[in-house]
């Protein structure tokens, strides 16, 4: 008590509280002033509304929503006894590897849930309702086998409904056999594939892309393929396909001993590679070859498979020489290449375009060496027959050949692209490059990308009895369907692009796309009784 009454007379009469007031009035307001700035969200009054999230509900929903499109296919109930994978394994049924990824796909179609609050979406504390079901969406798909994988894949393509409009701005529908088939199929590929890219083998035949001259897409193509890391796994046992990583034009540039008129030694080279392999790791074994694939532009691709029955009629072939006729590029399972010239591959994109249709007075055009059985017909009905239809031989060197041939095609409404010694031609890209509709006349050849890509919408195929009517069936295409097909051509163009790094939706991508869609026709999903 001795001590409290000092303290308390001090207080009452000692300090000047008139003085003392305001100054503690300023600290009371700073204070507050201070904790409101701290508040993690805005301090609302009777005029202020909730923050607006709607765009990031809208960044949010327009990632979700090409994951979680056509989910209402059931699953189908198989024995389990009965479902093995490639490596002989049993697995888990596919109504369980359906139900594993639907039960999360129902709860991903709920509406995006409006916080009160704004929060930063990159904060693994703040991740949204459906921000966390689209993650667990992802987990689900990689914990699948890589066959559980491809049989969940195969029912989400199979489920596509055609006539849905709700597709990619970088997609033109008429392009395209099913444009929503292959953006859903894209789409799963992005998310699931791996391969696995065999190590065996020394250069030049294997890991050495030859990036120049017609043959040049096989090697564009492992060169982009060897670099991937989006797709490319070091693990083999998550792969879903296996890539043989040789170049046919290597092979036949190092093996093949000029005018001896005999492949077989470069057949045996790739039998005893493939061989090799087989008895090395398990993987050839387990399906057959049936997931591994190859990628051959030369014209002698198919024939050099032939003395290995396994890689003829197993392996996703890759071809430019798409012959059906010949027994072994088979049409629904084997890609057809594209083939293309490159003569700079430091600028793969040079001299692309062409002039406007009211430039182009030339009807058709074509000039070329005269080999195969399909020219030297060609040139005997056509050649200096009409102004319209330049139908020539090689162009002489002197006229800079080179830039007279291009020029030719920017001013030709048609661009000829016959066979040569092989069914396929360069020129059908070229035509693509110059905005120029191709013709193609190769009877038995299947077009680049077929599976996915409908010509009829940009070129126009002639039947190789049909050359003597050529400019009558080019003469009876009305202009309004002219006009199609030239502007479709130019729509066309980015999807046979090599840029010098790989684009989505480009060459590169198209090309494994296909050959991820023939694996996935591949698998055959057992039905109930």
């Known amino acids: 008590m001795k001590i409290v009454h000092p303290v308390i007379v001090f207080l009452m009469f000692r300090i000047d509280w008139k003085k003392l007031l305001p100054i503690g009035a300023i600290i009371t307001i700073t204070f507050a002033l201070l904790q409101t700035k701290m508040l993690p969200y805005q301090l609302m009054t009777r005029n202020s509304s909730l923050p607006n999230t709607n765009h990031f509900d809208a960044n949010l929903e327009s990632q979700i929503t090409p994951l979680i499109r056509d989910k209402q296919s059931e699953a189908i109930m198989v024995d389990p006894e009965t479902l093995l994978n490639s490596s002989g394994q049993q697995i888990q049924p596919v109504a369980v590897v359906q139900e594993k990824v639907k039960v999360t796909q129902r709860r991903n179609k709920t509406d995006v849930i409006k916080s009160n609050i704004s929060m930063k979406p990159s904060s693994p504390f703040f991740l949204s309702a459906s921000e966390r079901r689209h993650k667990r969406y992802l987990r ?30 970088n997609l033109y529908a008429p392009l395209f056999k099913n444009v929503s088939v292959f953006e859903r199929s894209y789409e799963l590929m992005e998310l699931i594939l791996k391969v696995y890219i065999y190590q065996d083998g020394k250069r030049p035949i294997f890991h050495n892309p030859y990036l120049r001259g017609i043959y040049s897409s096989e090697g564009w193509f492992m060169k982009f393929m060897e670099a991937n890391r989006q797709f490319v796994t070091k693990d083999p046992e998550k792969a879903h396909l296996f890539y043989l990583p040789y170049s046919a034009r290597q092979l036949q540039r190092a093996l093949f001993v000029p005018n001896s008129h005999n492949i077989k030694p470069l057949s045996l080279f790739l039998r005893d590679y493939v061989n090799k392999l087989a008895s090395k790791y398990p993987f050839w074994n387990r399906t057959r070859g049936s997931d591994h694939f190859l990628v051959a532009c030369h014209d002698w691709g198919p024939y050099t498979l032939k003395e290995h029955e396994e890689l003829t009629k197993n392996t996703i072939k890759a071809l430019c020489n798409a012959d059906t006729s010949e027994g072994v590029f ?39 060496r005269m080999h195969g059985r399909v020219r030297p017909i060609l040139l005997k009905h056509w050649a200096n027959k009409d102004k319209e239809m330049i139908i020539s031989g ?11 041939y291009s020029l030719h095609m920017k001013s030709s409404k048609y661009c000829i ?42 070129s126009v195929t002639v039947a190789e009895n049909d050359i003597p009517k050529l400019k009558e069936i080019l003469e009876a295409i009305p202009m309004k369907r002219y006009l199609t097909m030239q502007h479709n051509v130019k729509m066309l163009q980015r999807h046979f692009y090599w840029n010098r790094s790989p684009v989505k939706f480009d060459m590169f991508h198209m090309i494994l796309h296909s050959i991820w869609l023939s694996r996935l026709y591949q698998i055959q999903i057992p039905t109930s009784s």
């Open 140 to 169: 689900d798909i990689k914990i699948l086998s890589p066959y559980e994988a491809l049989v969940y894949a195969k029912k989400e393509v199979d489920a596509v409904s055609v006539g849905i409009d709700d597709h990619d701005s």
């Open 330 to 368: 088979l049409a629904g399972k084997d890609v057809s290449l594209p083939e293309t010239t490159i003569q700079n591959p430091r600028r793969p994109l040079r001299n692309m375009g062409g002039k406007k249709i009211s430039q182009r007075p030339i009807l058709a055009f074509f000039a070329g």
């Open 394 to 404: 090689p162009m002489s060197y002197k006229t800079s050949r080179t830039m007279s």
């Open 417 to 458: 692209c016959p066979m040569g010694f092989e069914v396929n031609s360069p020129r059908i890209v070229e035509a693509i490059y110059y905005e120029c509709v191709p013709v193609i006349i190769a009877d038995n050849f299947v077009p680049p990308l077929n599976e996915v890509l409908d010509w009829s919408a940009f």
